[in-house]
């Protein structure tokens, strides 16, 4: 697969999470509980990839395979679990700007990986993302906020923020012969396990509750689990992670625009600011600079 048509999957998938954002929120209006909407998320994204897998091509897999892809699942739970907590402790714009540190801990653990040092290319594109978060998150608006006294809130962002880096790391890397439908079945499959041990949610005990929840279960199980989980494993196998975790920043606009149009928010200048740096971010890794000459001039 091109480079280009790798990064538009990648794109996809992180700006379908964004969107999960907003569709979350139109299940707390309808009294649904994190648990309900993080479990019914995932149970239904697993039917809906388990029907995909009856019909696409199989191949056997090993135990390493395995464990591999149900531990990426876990990663992607945990992020939603950690998450949760951290907006439950702290403003969302807090918890939006420490979940968005994964951007410099996901090319500090390629760099650890590969012993290299980051490109001057990706720095710059962290800076500009970095600073584009804390504009686009609404951080430079957020005064008065006492960090010492919510340490464990920022603890659990950064936490969410660790595990989504890892998580954008390890997707490109594990069972890379594996097909799509496949991998993303056992991925999902890891993720739904550590939400009904963690969160417990409701349906378990009363199954008519799935039923209740149907129209909305298969809504954000596409935007939460089937696109963002799918269009990564196809694109970031043919991407450097450090690529996939830049491009993985979309999430943040993503999450803005949708929030606009579905949930009729109101978009400050200074957040439009942020997105356009951040997109700006996203953008200077994929440039290619070349250097012109003529004769013995360059420009």
Request: hydrophobic letters at 55%.
């Amino acid at each position: 697969m091109k480079p280009i048509n790798a990064s538009l999957c990648v794109l996809v998938g992180a700006s379908s999470y964004g969107i999960h954002a907003s569709v979350v929120k139109l299940g707390f209006a309808e009294g649904y509980t994190v648990a309900e909407v993080t479990g019914i998320q995932y149970l239904f994204g697993l039917l809906m990839l388990l029907t995909a897998f009856l019909f696409t091509q199989k191949v056997k897999v090993s135990l390493k395979q395995v464990l591999s892809l149900f531990g990426i699942g876990i990663l992607l739970a945990l992020t939603g679990v950690f998450y949760g907590l951290s907006l439950s402790q702290v403003p969302a714009t807090i918890a939006v700007v420490m979940l968005f540190q994964f951007t410099w801990i996901g090319l500090m653990i390629e760099a650890l990986h590969l012993k290299k040092w980051p490109s001057n290319k990706k720095l710059v594109s962290v800076v500009f993302l970095w600073l584009g978060t804390l504009l686009a998150g609404g951080l430079a608006s957020s005064g008065g906020f006492n960090w010492s006294e919510n340490i464990l809130g920022i603890l659990y962002g950064f936490a969410a923020a660790f595990t989504f880096a890892l998580f954008l790391f390890l997707s490109g890397k594990v069972a890379k012969g594996v097909p799509t439908i496949q991998k993303s079945l056992m991925i999902t499959f890891g993720g739904l396990l550590v939400v009904i041990l963690a969160l417990q949610p409701s349906f378990i005990r009363e199954p008519a509750r799935l039923i209740e929840m149907g129209e909305f279960g298969l809504v954000v199980a596409i935007v939460g689990t089937i696109f963002p989980v799918v269009f990564l494993a196809i694109g970031s196998p043919h991407l450097d992670s450090s690529i996939t975790t830049i491009l993985g920043a979309a999430e943040l606009p993503a999450a803005i625009v949708s929030a606009m149009l579905i949930l009729h928010e109101h978009v400050t200048a200074v957040q439009m600011a942020g997105m356009i740096l951040i997109l700006i971010g996203i953008a200077i890794p994929q440039m290619h600079f070349k250097t012109m000459h003529s004769g013995k001039q360059y420009s």
